[in-house]
């Protein structure tokens, strides 16, 4: 079924996910009005709005789960239940100080990644509230990735630059500058974790082998 935001220009960020005690699929998107909804896939109808008066919404992301929804905003991250049972949300995360671009839960519900215009990668402790291990970037970072190990994860900045650090080492594994002053815009870890995936602004997408890591451009301008 198609659903119509009301606001459709003031979209800019979509998620979805089901609930944990229904069959019913939920769209939820957020953007420049201020404001989160969660719609009904089946019915179309917007089942709840939760406002959002701080900031407009850079990014939402469901966890594994399917319990958590993470706001990404500038310059902070908000946590909330994904069924919306109450208007406030559960944390907040404070430490960045401009806009945070990307975030993603772990696999065990208890750890998020979270990258930001400041050029900053952050890993939250969830129960603690806090972030316990930050990484730089020389240029404000757009993206983030992480392998299905759970302790590698994977971002991009806005001067082309991709890092790979190891977060148990606390240390750059390696770094990989398909195309200088190229920002990248997504960084994507295939499921079986064997390739690393790329896109920049100029519309290429770059493949690199995990283990080792090799490089080879797959087409030639087509847009990611």
């Not at 201020?34 to 850079?58: E, Y």
């Not at 929804?69 to 406030?88: C, E, M, Q, W």
């Not at 990484?135 to 299905?148: E, I, K, R, T, Y």
């Not at 974790?193 to 100029?202: F, P, T």
Request: with cysteine; hydrophobic share 40%; aromatic share 8%.
């Amino acid at each position: 079924r198609l659903v119509k935001p009301s606001n459709l220009p003031s979209v800019h960020v979509i998620a979805h996910t089901r609930m944990t005690k229904s069959k019913n699929v939920f769209l939820i998107t957020g953007g420049y009005d201020h404001s989160i909804k969660l719609w009904d896939v089946h019915n179309g109808a917007c089942a709840r709005t939760l406002q959002f008066p701080d900031s407009h919404i850079n990014l939402l992301r469901v966890s594994p789960n399917k319990k958590w929804l993470a706001v990404a905003a500038h310059p902070l991250i908000r946590i909330y239940k994904t069924d919306f049972a109450s208007n406030g949300h559960l944390s907040e995360l404070m430490g960045h100080t401009k806009n945070v671009t990307s975030v993603v839960f772990d696999s065990f519900g208890t750890g998020l990644y979270s990258c930001g215009e400041d050029c900053l990668v952050k890993f939250w402790d969830l129960r603690q509230g806090k972030s316990v291990i930050d990484f730089s970037h020389a240029a404000p970072c757009s993206s983030l990735a992480l392998h299905p190990c759970q302790h590698i994860v994977v971002s991009g900045d806005n001067d082309g630059h991709i890092r790979i650090w190891d977060v148990r080492a606390r240390k750059c594994l390696r770094e990989m500058v398909p195309e200088a002053e190229v920002g990248i815009r997504s960084c994507s870890i295939t499921p079986d974790s064997s390739m690393l995936v790329a896109a920049n602004n100029n519309g290429t997408c770059f493949v690199w082998r995990l283990d080792p890591v090799v490089s080879s451009t797959v087409g030639s301008r087509e847009k990611a």
